[in-house]
C-alpha cells in the first residue's frame, strides 16, 4: 500500500479514537480505575497528531486503541437479543405496510361473482386512494380518486367496524338508474354483452349473506355436506372507460332482453332502480329503530312520469351526493350494495383491490397436505 495513504488511514483512526476517549472520560474521568492511563495515551496520540510525527502516531496508537476497547466500546449483543430485534423491526415494518401501503383482505361471500368467489384472499392497494391514521376515517393526504369500474374495499356505512368490497358504478354528482338489469350512469347505458345465458356457480348458505336471507336450517337443492350449492345465472361483460369486466344475472335475463328486443315487454324487473322516491338508507335497508352513523342520502329526481314511461324506459335516477361513490356487486341479483344502503364515503374507502393471493373452496388446517381444495387457477389472477 502506498505510504501516503497508509499516513493517512493512520491520522484517521487516531482522531476517532482521541475523540472516543475524551467523550468517554468527560462522562466517566475515572474509568474503572484507568482514567489517568487513558487520559495520558489520548494526550500522547494528541500530541502526535499536531507535530504530523506518522511514526509517533504508529507508536501510540496501538496503546490507545487497546484501552478504549478494553474500557470503552460497548460489548457485542447477544445472540438471542439481536436475534428479537430483528424480528422486532420485520414485524414493525409489516404493520407500517399494512396499515399504510398492502393490507390482505377475504372474500366472505358471493357478490362479487364471477370477479371474486368465496374464500379468495386478496391483497389491497391502501396507498393509491390516500393514507389513512390507522384505526381512523382521516385521511393525511390523498393520491387520487377512485374511478367508475374500479373494486374498493371500504367500512360499510351501516355498520363501520365491517368490511365491504364492492366496484364503484358512479362518483359523486353522477346520476344512476338501473332498469331491467342495464346501469345507465347519466342517462347512458353501460356497454354490456351477453357471454353465458346458462352459466352455473357455486355459492355457500354460511357465507356473510349479502345476498337473501336464509334460514340455516333451509337445505337448498343439490347442497353438498360442505354446504355449497350450485346457483343458475346469465353471465354478461360489461365496458366502463376501457375496462371490461364479468357480471352475474338471474338466468331470466337473456329472455327478457329478447322480449324487450322484440316490443313484447310489458312490465320491469324486480331489481330496478329506484323503483321509489325513497332514499337508499341504512335503516330501510336494516333495523329501523337502530342508531346508525350519519349518512347523506343523495337525491332522487323523475324525468318522467311513472305511469308514461315504457318497461325498462329510465325515468327516475339517483344522484351521487358529493364526497361518495355509488357502488353495486358484480353479482347484480344476489348483492346488498348502493341500491339498498345509500353511497358510499370516499372517506370509508380503504384501497383497491389488486390480485388473488391465495384461494380455495374448502381448507384443512389440522391436514396442510390436502390441496383438492385449492383454486390454483385463481392464485395470481389480478381483478380486473
Known amino acids: 500500500m502506498n505510504a501516503r495513504l497508509l499516513d493517512r488511514r493512520i491520522r484517521s483512526e487516531a482522531r476517532r479514537l482521541v475523540k472516543t476517549a475524551r467523550f468517554a472520560l468527560a462522562v466517566d474521568p475515572k474509568l474503572r480505575g484507568k482514567g489517568d492511563k487513558v487520559a495520558s495515551a489520548t494526550a500522547a496520540l494528541e500530541a502526535s497528531l499536531a507535530s504530523r510525527d506518522p511514526a509517533a502516531m504508529r507508536a501510540r496508537l496501538p496503546v490507545l486503541d487497546a484501552l478504549v476497547t478494553d474500557l470503552i466500546q460497548v460489548p457485542r449483543k447477544s445472540t438471542v437479543i439481536q436475534y428479537i430485534e430483528s424480528i422486532g423491526a420485520a414485524v414493525l415494518i409489516a404493520l407500517a405496510l399494512r396499515a399504510f401501503v398492502v393490507e390482505a383482505f377475504k372474500i366472505p361471500s358471493s357478490s362479487m ?16 386512494y390516500g393514507v389513512r391514521i390507522p384505526w381512523t ?10 374511478r367508475r369500474g374500479e373494486v374498493i374495499v371500504f367500512n360499510y356505512p351501516c355498520d363501520p367496524d365491517r368490511d365491504y368490497i364492492k366496484r364503484v358504478i358512479a362518483t359523486e354528482g353522477q346520476t344512476v338508474e338501473v332498469r331491467c338489469n342495464v346501469v345507465y350512469v347519466d342517462g347512458v347505458a353501460v356497454p354490456s354483452r351477453l357471454v353465458d345465458a346458462n352459466c352455473v356457480y357455486l355459492d355457500h348458505h354460511d357465507a356473510e349473506g349479502e345476498g337473501a336471507a336464509r334460514d340455516d336450517s333451509m337445505k337448498y337443492p343439490d347442497e353438498d355436506a360442505d354446504g355449497w350449492y ?3 345465472c346469465s353471465r354478461y361483460d360489461e365496458t366502463v372507460d376501457g375496462r371490461v369486466y364479468s357480471t352475474f344475472h338471474d338466468r331470466d335475463r337473456v329472455e327478457r332482453d329478447r322480449r324487450l328486443a322484440a316490443g313484447t315487454l310489458t312490465e320491469g324487473d324486480g331489481l330496478d332502480f329506484p323503483r321509489s322516491k325513497n332514499l337508499p338508507n341504512c335503516h330501510d335497508a336494516h333495523d329501523v329503530a337502530k342508531e346508525y352513523p350519519p349518512q347523506v342520502l343523495g337525491t332522487i329526481v323523475e324525468t318522467k312520469p311513472d305511469g308514461e314511461a315504457k318497461a325498462c324506459e329510465p325515468h327516475m335516477h339517483y344522484v351521487v351526493p358529493p364526497g361518495h361513490v355509488f357502488v353495486q356487486g358484480d353479482n347484480r341479483n344476489n348483492s346488498n350494495d348502493s341500491r339498498v344502503w345509500g353511497a358510499v364515503p370516499v372517506a370509508n374507502i380503504k384501497g383497491k383491490a389488486l390480485f388473488t393471493w391465495l384461494s380455495f373452496q374448502t ?6 397436505w390436502k390441496l383438492d381444495g385449492i383454486r390454483f387457477d385463481r392464485i395470481g389472477s389480478f381483478v380486473k
Do not use: C, G, Q
Request: glycine share 0%.
Open 363 to 368: 381448507f384443512e388446517l389440522t391436514k396442510p
Open 113 to 128: 361473482y364471477p370477479t371474486l368467489e368465496i374464500n379468495d384472499h386478496i391483497f389491497v392497494n391502501r396507498f393509491i
Open 137 to 146: 376515517m382521516t385521511k393525511l393526504f390523498s393520491l387520487r380518486a377512485p
Open 230 to 232: 350450485p346457483r343458475k
